[in-house]
């Protein structure tokens, strides 16, 4: 059996790095084609290295690996080298870039009609129609990376979409789920770092505390499954073991259970539609017994309104949602560098979207446009903030 073709965009982040630890497991079922990231070139090289991969990418034009190239591998620089391993020989390009990064490789992949595995939620988000469009035309396979996604992506195998009633986004709740407002108000980096159950990289551990993640999932729901907002509901699920589910027209449930571990969705992405054989996969096996007990309530709007100006956003659509990622990154920045509170992050969003206009058709180039829009709004607003 030919073993399948598999690039990485992202490669030295988090979900990065997981995908490296099941692929190292698995050498005899996949090859690894192309690694990029952003500017960590001598860990690129490293891994290249590793498992022999003859073409790297930096997206950071002006970033080197401190030592030559070892034989055998080449270097491409600049974002246009993201889009050469996107779109070379890799049939699976997962894309675990940070922001929008990944948006012109992804097109690039999806119009070679390549099977994405999408773990940077932002791109479906801010151009989720174009890039759902352009897949179905040219036969590409969107897969998502997001645990919550690959759960009910599980759920929905062999059944059809019309028989969808409702899909059920569980959240953690993050580090702040019981904690006072006036608490909240002074809770700093540290405090918004020490997720309960995942472990991520700081922008998305921040916007879980926030809920702004699942905002940005209940949008990324929308087009990888193609149901209505008003189809997508958030629980609160504290234990992270129920990924999420679907409701049918019947009434029946599904879900998806597992430990909280990003693994299990990667493999899930890259074997696609077989599983791979894999005991350690997924924390290892769950137990049922030593689960305790579930629990599941709504989320608190009041606390946490990011989540419903997510919802906002997405059902404007245009260019809306492609600001929100641009604020929501910008206000991130501001809180993780002391100059803002926890509660600004979602006043500087807020501002930030109430002030920077929208359209409703928008394209690629106009999308990053969108989000440098919001992204320079919400600096604008955080600073005025500070001062
Ligand atoms: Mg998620």
């Known amino acids: 059996m030919s073993r399948r073709k598999v690039a990485i965009l992202g490669s030295t982040g988090s979900v990065g790095t997981q995908a490296l630890n099941v692929l190292r497991r698995h050498c005899d079922a996949f090859q690894i084609v192309g690694l990029a990231c952003g500017s960590n070139a001598d860990r690129l090289v490293a891994q290249a290295v590793e498992f022999d991969v003859p073409l790297i990418a930096l997206g950071d034009p002006n970033a080197r690996p401190t030592a030559p190239l ?14 050469d391993i996107a779109a070379g020989s890799a049939e699976v390009v997962l894309v675990a870039t940070i922001g929008e990064a990944g948006l012109l490789p992804t097109a690039a992949a999806i119009r070679e009609g390549k099977a994405v595995g999408l773990a940077s939620k932002e791109l479906l988000v801010m151009t989720g129609s174009l890039l759902t469009e352009m897949a179905t035309r040219h036969g590409s396979l969107i897969l998502p990376i997001d645990s919550e996604h690959s759960a009910i992506w599980q759920c929905l195998q062999g059944e059809g979409h019309r028989r969808i009633a409702r899909l059920l986004l569980t959240a953690s709740g993050g580090p702040f789920l019981d904690t006072p407002l006036e608490e909240l108000a002074r809770a700093g980096r540290r405090e918004a770092l020490n997720h309960p159950n995942w472990d991520m990289g700081p922008k998305v551990t921040v916007d879980s505390a926030t809920l ?3 905002g940005l999932e209940v949008i990324e729901a929308h087009w990888l499954f193609g149901v209505s907002y008003d189809q997508i509901d958030v629980a609160v699920h504290q234990q992270s073991v129920v990924h999420s589910m679907v409701e049918f027209t019947d009434g029946a449930v599904k879900a998806q259970l597992g430990r909280p571990s990003m693994d299990l969705p990667i493999a899930y992405a890259l074997a696609y539609p077989e599983r791979l054989v894999d005991p350690e996969l997924g924390g290892g096996p769950l137990d049922l017994a030593d689960l305790n007990q579930l629990t599941f309530r709504p989320p608190d709007t009041e606390r946490f309104p990011l989540l419903d100006l997510a919802y906002r956003a997405g ?25 803002i509170g926890f509660l600004d992050i979602a006043r500087v969003v807020g501002e930030a979207l109430a002030t920077t206009g929208h359209t409703k058709e928008i394209s690629l180039d106009e999308a990053q446009a969108w989000h440098q829009a919001g992204f320079e709004a919400a600096m604008n607003v955080g600073a005025a903030l500070a001062s």
């Open 70 to 83: 070892p034989d055998g591998i080449r270097l491409v620089t600049g974002p246009e080298g993201l889009c």
């Open 212 to 214: 702004m993640n699942k």
């Open 315 to 339: 059902r404007r659509g245009g260019s809306e949602p492609a600001v929100l990622c641009g604020a929501d990154l910008a206000a991130v920045e501001l809180f993780l560098a002391g100059r």
